[in-house]
Protein backbone atom coordinates (compact mmCIF):
# COMPACT_ATOMS: atom_id res chain seq x y z
CA UNK A 1 0.00 0.00 0.00
CA UNK A 2 1.36 3.23 -0.86
CA UNK A 3 2.48 6.39 1.28
CA UNK A 4 -0.03 9.61 0.65
CA UNK A 5 2.31 12.73 1.32
CA UNK A 6 0.79 16.22 1.07
CA UNK A 7 2.79 19.13 0.48
CA UNK A 8 1.28 22.21 1.74
CA UNK A 9 1.46 25.69 2.60
CA UNK A 10 -0.79 28.08 2.77
CA UNK A 11 1.43 30.52 2.10
CA UNK A 12 2.70 31.28 -1.66
CA UNK A 13 6.10 31.28 -3.32
CA UNK A 14 7.90 28.71 -0.91
CA UNK A 15 8.49 25.97 -3.40
CA UNK A 16 5.50 23.89 -2.75
CA UNK A 17 5.09 22.98 -6.24
CA UNK A 18 8.89 22.31 -6.79
CA UNK A 19 8.90 20.35 -3.66
CA UNK A 20 5.95 18.36 -4.91
CA UNK A 21 7.39 17.71 -8.64
CA UNK A 22 10.89 17.11 -8.16
CA UNK A 23 10.33 14.79 -4.53
CA UNK A 24 7.83 13.13 -7.15
CA UNK A 25 10.39 12.26 -9.89
CA UNK A 26 13.28 11.64 -7.37
CA UNK A 27 11.57 8.95 -6.08
CA UNK A 28 10.32 7.37 -9.31
CA UNK A 29 14.49 7.54 -10.07
CA UNK A 30 15.05 5.89 -6.91
CA UNK A 31 12.78 3.27 -8.49
CA UNK A 32 9.68 3.85 -6.38
CA UNK A 33 6.37 3.40 -8.57
CA UNK A 34 5.09 7.19 -7.98
CA UNK A 35 2.04 9.20 -8.94
CA UNK A 36 1.87 13.27 -8.29
CA UNK A 37 -1.54 14.46 -7.42
CA UNK A 38 -1.70 18.12 -8.49
CA UNK A 39 -4.91 19.03 -6.32
CA UNK A 40 -4.31 23.18 -7.11
CA UNK A 41 -6.52 25.02 -9.46
CA UNK A 42 -3.40 26.63 -10.95
CA UNK A 43 -1.86 23.44 -12.30
CA UNK A 44 0.83 23.91 -11.66
CA UNK A 45 2.45 20.52 -10.92
CA UNK A 46 0.58 19.51 -14.68
CA UNK A 47 2.44 21.31 -16.53
CA UNK A 48 5.57 21.01 -14.93
CA UNK A 49 5.99 17.54 -15.90
CA UNK A 50 5.25 18.55 -19.59
CA UNK A 51 1.39 18.78 -19.90
CA UNK A 52 -0.85 21.67 -20.87
CA UNK A 53 -3.55 22.52 -18.33
CA UNK A 54 -5.37 23.93 -21.47
CA UNK A 55 -5.95 20.32 -23.34
CA UNK A 56 -7.14 18.50 -19.91
CA UNK A 57 -10.12 17.78 -20.01
CA UNK A 58 -10.89 15.46 -17.07
CA UNK A 59 -9.02 16.31 -14.36
CA UNK A 60 -8.56 15.41 -10.62
CA UNK A 61 -12.19 18.00 -10.19
CA UNK A 62 -14.11 15.21 -11.96
CA UNK A 63 -12.53 12.33 -9.71
CA UNK A 64 -13.72 14.48 -6.29
CA UNK A 65 -17.30 16.16 -7.66
CA UNK A 66 -18.55 13.54 -10.29
CA UNK A 67 -16.93 10.55 -9.15
CA UNK A 68 -14.83 9.58 -12.06
CA UNK A 69 -11.85 6.50 -11.54
CA UNK A 70 -8.74 8.00 -11.66
CA UNK A 71 -7.40 5.42 -12.84
CA UNK A 72 -8.88 6.27 -16.46
CA UNK A 73 -7.26 9.65 -16.18
CA UNK A 74 -4.07 9.07 -14.89
CA UNK A 75 -1.40 10.37 -17.11
CA UNK A 76 2.28 8.86 -17.90
CA UNK A 77 5.04 11.10 -17.97
CA UNK A 78 8.50 11.00 -19.58
CA UNK A 79 10.16 10.33 -15.99
CA UNK A 80 9.78 6.42 -15.82
CA UNK A 81 7.65 5.14 -12.69
CA UNK A 82 6.01 8.43 -12.65
CA UNK A 83 2.52 9.38 -13.22
CA UNK A 84 0.02 12.35 -13.15
CA UNK A 85 -3.20 12.97 -11.93
CA UNK A 86 -3.77 16.65 -13.50
CA UNK A 87 -5.55 19.34 -12.46
CA UNK A 88 -7.57 21.71 -14.06
CA UNK A 89 -8.84 25.69 -13.59
CA UNK A 90 -12.45 24.02 -12.81
CA UNK A 91 -10.67 22.80 -9.26
CA UNK A 92 -11.52 26.08 -8.31
CA UNK A 93 -15.09 25.96 -8.00
CA UNK A 94 -14.78 22.53 -6.27
CA UNK A 95 -14.96 23.99 -2.74
CA UNK A 96 -18.52 25.72 -3.19
CA UNK A 97 -19.77 22.43 -4.90
CA UNK A 98 -18.35 20.55 -1.99
CA UNK A 99 -19.92 22.71 0.62
CA UNK A 100 -23.33 20.29 0.97
CA UNK A 101 -21.97 16.80 -0.24
CA UNK A 102 -22.30 14.55 2.98
CA UNK A 103 -18.37 13.84 4.42
CA UNK A 104 -17.18 16.70 2.10
CA UNK A 105 -13.64 16.83 3.81
CA UNK A 106 -13.21 12.68 2.38
CA UNK A 107 -13.84 13.46 -1.55
CA UNK A 108 -10.27 12.63 -2.14
CA UNK A 109 -9.70 10.46 0.18
CA UNK A 110 -12.54 8.41 -1.15
CA UNK A 111 -11.07 9.20 -5.17
CA UNK A 112 -7.33 8.84 -4.54
CA UNK A 113 -8.06 5.34 -1.73
CA UNK A 114 -8.81 3.56 -5.60
CA UNK A 115 -5.38 3.40 -6.38
CA UNK A 116 -3.26 3.81 -3.35
CA UNK A 117 -2.06 0.04 -3.41
CA UNK A 118 -1.17 0.95 -7.52
CA UNK A 119 1.89 3.10 -5.97
CA UNK A 120 4.71 3.54 -3.07
CA UNK A 121 3.93 7.09 -3.13
CA UNK A 122 1.38 9.18 -3.79
CA UNK A 123 2.88 12.91 -3.90
CA UNK A 124 -0.11 15.50 -3.70
CA UNK A 125 0.31 19.36 -4.10
CA UNK A 126 -1.89 21.39 -2.50
CA UNK A 127 -3.39 24.76 -2.88
CA UNK A 128 -1.43 27.93 -1.35
CA UNK A 129 -4.91 28.27 1.38
CA UNK A 130 -6.47 26.55 4.00
CA UNK A 131 -9.37 25.83 2.17
CA UNK A 132 -11.89 22.94 1.40
CA UNK A 133 -9.77 21.15 -1.25
CA UNK A 134 -6.63 21.69 1.08
CA UNK A 135 -8.15 19.98 3.80
CA UNK A 136 -9.19 17.33 1.62
CA UNK A 137 -5.83 16.96 0.80
CA UNK A 138 -4.73 16.46 4.21
CA UNK A 139 -7.33 13.98 4.84
CA UNK A 140 -6.73 11.86 2.15
CA UNK A 141 -2.76 11.81 3.54
CA UNK A 142 -0.60 9.49 6.06
CA UNK A 143 1.58 12.56 6.24
CA UNK A 144 2.24 15.84 5.38
CA UNK A 145 5.67 18.15 4.12
CA UNK A 146 6.04 21.43 4.68
CA UNK A 147 8.30 23.80 2.85
CA UNK A 148 9.41 26.68 4.57
CA UNK A 149 11.49 29.42 2.67
CA UNK A 150 14.81 30.97 4.06
CA UNK A 151 13.68 34.35 3.94
CA UNK A 152 12.06 37.16 6.07
CA UNK A 153 8.96 36.18 6.98
CA UNK A 154 9.33 32.18 7.06
CA UNK A 155 7.37 30.99 9.94
CA UNK A 156 4.87 34.01 9.02
CA UNK A 157 1.66 32.00 9.21
CA UNK A 158 3.41 28.42 10.10
CA UNK A 159 1.54 28.30 13.02
CA UNK A 160 -2.15 28.57 10.76
CA UNK A 161 -0.91 26.09 9.25
CA UNK A 162 0.34 23.59 12.39
CA UNK A 163 -3.26 24.46 14.16
CA UNK A 164 -5.02 23.29 11.12
CA UNK A 165 -3.39 20.32 11.05
CA UNK A 166 -3.85 19.63 14.60
CA UNK A 167 -7.46 19.79 14.00
CA UNK A 168 -7.49 17.60 11.12
CA UNK A 169 -5.85 14.98 12.97
CA UNK A 170 -8.27 15.46 16.25
CA UNK A 171 -11.40 15.41 13.90
CA UNK A 172 -10.83 13.84 10.03
CA UNK A 173 -7.46 11.87 9.98
CA UNK A 174 -6.18 10.87 13.57
CA UNK A 175 -3.31 9.21 11.31
CA UNK A 176 -2.11 12.38 9.38
CA UNK A 177 1.90 12.83 11.11
CA UNK A 178 4.22 15.72 9.69
CA UNK A 179 6.97 14.00 7.49
CA UNK A 180 8.92 17.29 8.20
CA UNK A 181 9.62 20.88 7.68
CA UNK A 182 11.39 21.28 4.88
CA UNK A 183 13.74 24.49 4.25
CA UNK A 184 14.09 25.81 0.86
CA UNK A 185 15.50 28.66 -1.55
CA UNK A 186 18.58 28.92 0.97
CA UNK A 187 21.12 30.96 -0.01
CA UNK A 188 24.80 29.97 2.13
CA UNK A 189 25.83 33.64 0.80
CA UNK A 190 23.40 35.24 2.62
CA UNK A 191 23.29 35.93 6.86
CA UNK A 192 19.36 36.01 6.88
CA UNK A 193 19.17 32.41 5.53
CA UNK A 194 21.55 31.08 8.19
CA UNK A 195 19.48 32.47 10.61
CA UNK A 196 16.17 31.71 9.21
CA UNK A 197 17.78 28.05 9.40
CA UNK A 198 19.00 28.65 12.85
CA UNK A 199 15.35 30.00 13.92
CA UNK A 200 13.53 26.99 12.36
CA UNK A 201 15.74 23.79 13.51
CA UNK A 202 15.74 25.61 16.94
CA UNK A 203 12.00 25.90 17.17
CA UNK A 204 10.97 22.38 15.34
CA UNK A 205 14.09 20.68 16.15
CA UNK A 206 14.05 16.98 15.22
CA UNK A 207 10.85 18.03 12.50
CA UNK A 208 12.83 19.43 10.37
CA UNK A 209 14.53 17.54 7.51
CA UNK A 210 18.87 17.80 7.09
CA UNK A 211 18.45 18.12 3.66
CA UNK A 212 17.68 21.93 2.29
CA UNK A 213 17.27 23.05 -0.93
CA UNK A 214 19.93 25.70 -2.00
CA UNK A 215 18.97 28.50 -4.50
CA UNK A 216 19.26 27.00 -7.57
CA UNK A 217 18.99 28.78 -11.21
CA UNK A 218 17.78 25.24 -12.91
CA UNK A 219 15.42 24.40 -10.43
CA UNK A 220 13.47 28.21 -11.59
CA UNK A 221 14.12 26.96 -15.65
CA UNK A 222 12.70 23.14 -15.51
CA UNK A 223 8.71 24.21 -15.18
CA UNK A 224 9.35 26.42 -18.06
CA UNK A 225 10.39 23.29 -20.40
CA UNK A 226 8.10 20.87 -18.89
CA UNK A 227 10.69 19.19 -17.09
CA UNK A 228 11.13 18.00 -13.68
CA UNK A 229 15.10 18.84 -12.51
CA UNK A 230 16.09 15.46 -13.16
CA UNK A 231 15.22 15.48 -16.62
CA UNK A 232 16.48 19.23 -16.92
CA UNK A 233 19.78 19.13 -15.71
CA UNK A 234 20.25 16.04 -13.75
CA UNK A 235 23.73 17.76 -12.62
CA UNK A 236 22.00 20.42 -10.94
CA UNK A 237 22.60 21.53 -7.32
CA UNK A 238 18.78 21.36 -7.15
CA UNK A 239 18.97 17.77 -8.61
CA UNK A 240 21.25 16.76 -6.16
CA UNK A 241 19.04 18.62 -3.25
CA UNK A 242 15.97 16.65 -4.14
CA UNK A 243 17.43 13.07 -4.73
CA UNK A 244 18.47 13.67 -0.89
CA UNK A 245 15.27 14.64 0.15
CA UNK A 246 14.17 11.49 -1.76
CA UNK A 247 16.82 9.16 0.24
CA UNK A 248 16.10 11.03 3.30
CA UNK A 249 12.14 10.06 3.14
CA UNK A 250 13.04 6.76 2.39
CA UNK A 251 15.27 6.20 5.12
CA UNK A 252 12.74 7.81 7.70
CA UNK A 253 10.51 5.53 6.16
CA UNK A 254 12.58 2.32 6.06
CA UNK A 255 11.89 1.91 2.49
CA UNK A 256 15.52 2.37 1.45
CA UNK A 257 17.33 -0.17 -0.83
CA UNK A 258 20.54 1.15 0.61
CA UNK A 259 23.43 -1.10 2.68
CA UNK A 260 24.53 0.72 5.97
CA UNK A 261 27.83 1.72 4.09
CA UNK A 262 26.12 3.76 0.95
CA UNK A 263 24.14 5.25 3.65
CA UNK A 264 26.98 6.71 5.80
CA UNK A 265 27.79 8.01 1.79
CA UNK A 266 24.99 9.31 1.42
CA UNK A 267 24.90 11.75 4.73
CA UNK A 268 28.63 12.72 4.20
CA UNK A 269 27.33 13.87 0.67
CA UNK A 270 24.27 16.13 2.22
CA UNK A 271 26.88 17.83 4.78
CA UNK A 272 29.08 19.08 1.78
CA UNK A 273 26.18 20.03 -0.36
Do not use: W
Request: glycine share 6%; aromatic share 4%.
Amino acid sequence: MGKIIAIANQKGGVGKTTTAINLAASLAVLEHKTLLVDADPQANSTSGVGFDPKNIKTSIYECIIDGVEPRDIILNTQTPNLDLLPAHIDLVGAEIEMINLPNREKMMKLAIGKIKDDYDFIIVDCSPSLGLVTVNSLTAADSVIIPVQCEYFALEGLGKLLNTIKIVQNRLNPELQIEGILLTMYDIRLRLSNQVVEEVKTHFQQMVFDTIIQRNTKLGEAPSFGETIIMHDASSKGSVNYLNLAREILQKNELTRLNEAEKIINITEEDNA
